[in-house]
């Protein structure tokens, strides 16, 4: 039986109210800067790149090469063989992270004098350019939660083994990167409580207009909290608006399922269907050994090109993990990357063009991704064909119509110092820029998408989480 009362006021307001409240509440922070800079001393973390077969507890298959823990769980860095009929890049080999586990990324919610709060963990990852970054209440793999490391347990994680026991306000799986991850996923999962809990060391309550105003510096909100935001059912009838700009109002009229759209959700989901049946794609899991493109340097693994990513060993001792030291292998990129939205005022709803983008790791091949996604400068050596429709339009675009911008951090339990340039530009409606694996769609369409799994890509919901953000301004 839920904890929670039956009759309370509907979510999308109270995610609203909590979304546009315009001062520091007493649950927070006095100053969350003077915070943060406090756990930022007391997180102590030193991670230094050791070569792979360095890695104590981890090891490379003699015949195929694939690196694994001697426990048998966290995950492997195996090769894969990808092929796209009528690509650009028809063929490629590339390493892959194969976690076929399911983690849980979790927040908790609470009402502080009638406002939702969400409870978030200051946490650093090895990763992570910066150190320390706000991550989701819980944000643990199944091989951490059940403790194969030896470690300490994960706190407030009881709360979401059972999330039936609250009232659930989100609880959805959903990918990660499909271009470095084999088929992997995460259950994204806010409850919320009426309970007393116990603010621990390291965590803070935050309203989400405080989150919002968070996620316009570089590298603090982490890929995690970003995720599990996104899938928040941020849209509905009852969305007020207290901004003053033309453009709040349309984003804001874009969370109302009564103001019209472009595309029906019907015809947007046939669509999906139809790029996912015309997909060609085909990839398979091969030994890392011999992998055609890539080979050992200095104990690492690189690509010929110089280009991409490589795959390095990483010792880290840290203060205030569930483990004070470990060693384990990650994926190093190169260059940043870049990711956008293309946004555009039609009928006075704001519309957002997203893209059928096919990634090898991806359970069903084809997820909805940003109009752009790619690293820049990865196109020196790839093809012209491949370089995205918008990237040219997106870069060049006047300050004036840029309505997001910020650098943030991918996964840092993963990737080492990976890194995205997050852009909202709105266009500026003189030109069909819909074409083919491209659609306009709203914000109460994406939300009724991310009520199910393997609609949107991590990029996307990452951009939805921050296009959110600047609702009140």
């Known amino acids: ?135 989701p209440t819980v944000q643990a793999t199944r091989s951490n ?37 084999w088929r992997k996923r995460n259950r994204n999962v806010v409850v919320e409580v009426t309970e007393d809990v116990e603010l621990l060391d390291g965590f803070c309550w935050l309203t989400l207009a405080s989150l919002h105003r968070l996620l316009a510096f570089d590298d603090l909100i982490n890929m995690d909290s970003r995720t599990v935001l996104s899938c928040l059912p941020f849209a509905g009838e009852h969305v007020p608006y207290s901004g003053s700009s033309d453009f709040g109002a349309a984003l804001a009229r874009s969370c109302n399922p009564g103001a019209g759209s472009v595309h029906s959700t019907a015809e947007l989901l046939g669509w999906v269907t139809e790029m996912r049946t015309r997909t060609d794609l085909r990839a398979a899991r091969v030994p890392l050994t011999g992998l055609p493109d890539w080979h050992h340097a200095d104990g690492a693994i690189v690509h010929d090109s110089g280009l991409f990513f490589e795959v390095i060993g990483v010792e880290v001792q840290a203060f205030g993990r569930e483990v004070a030291h470990w ?22 709803v704001l519309h957002v063009l997203v893209q059928a983008r096919a990634e090898p790791g991806f359970v069903d091949e084809v997820e909805l991704a940003p109009a752009v996604q790619c690293t820049p400068a990865n196109h020196d050596y790839l093809p012209a064909a491949a370089r995205p429709r918008h990237l040219d339009a997106v870069l060049g675009a006047p300050a004036g119509r840029v309505r997001f911008d910020t650098t943030l ?30 659609r306009w769609m709203t914000l109460h369409q994406g939300a009724e998408l991310l009520r199910h799994s393997y609609y949107f890509n991590i990029q996307a919901r990452s951009l939805l989480a921050c296009l959110h953000s600047v609702i009140g301004r």
């Open 409 to 438: 951090s991918e996964e840092g339990g993963r990737f080492y110092h990976a890194r995205t340039r997050y852009l909202i530009v709105e266009d500026d409606g003189d030109t069909e820029i819909e074409y083919d694996r491209h």
């Open 145 to 181: 939660y059940t403790r194969v490391h030896g470690g300490n347990s994960v706190p407030y994680l009881h709360y979401f083994q059972r999330p039936g026991s609250y009232r659930v306000i989100a609880n959805v799986r959903q990918s990660e990167q499909g271009s470095w991850f």
């Open 327 to 348: 060693r384990q292998p990650m994926f190093a990129v190169r260059e940043t990357g870049l990711v956008a939205f293309v946004v555009r005022r039609i009928g006075g």
């Open 1 to 135: 039986m839920s904890r929670v009362a039956t009759g309370a006021r509907p979510i999308d307001l109270r995610l609203a109210e909590s979304a546009l409240v315009g001062a520091r509440t007493a649950a927070e922070p006095a100053s969350f800067s003077d915070w943060f800079a406090e756990q930022s001393r007391r997180a102590w973390m030193r991670v230094e790149r050791v070569p792979l077969d360095a890695l104590v507890d981890w090891s490379a298959d003699p015949h195929s090469g694939v690196i694994g823990h001697r426990s048998g769980r966290f995950f492997t860095i195996e090769g894969l063989d990808v092929r796209v009929a009528d690509a650009p890049v028809d063929r490629w080999c590339q390493p892959i992270i194969h976690q076929p586990e399911v983690g849980i990324l979790g927040i908790l919610a609470k009402e502080f004098d009638g406002v939702l709060h969400f409870l978030m963990q200051a946490k650093a990852e090895p990763g992570n350019r910066n150190g320390l970054q706000l991550s």
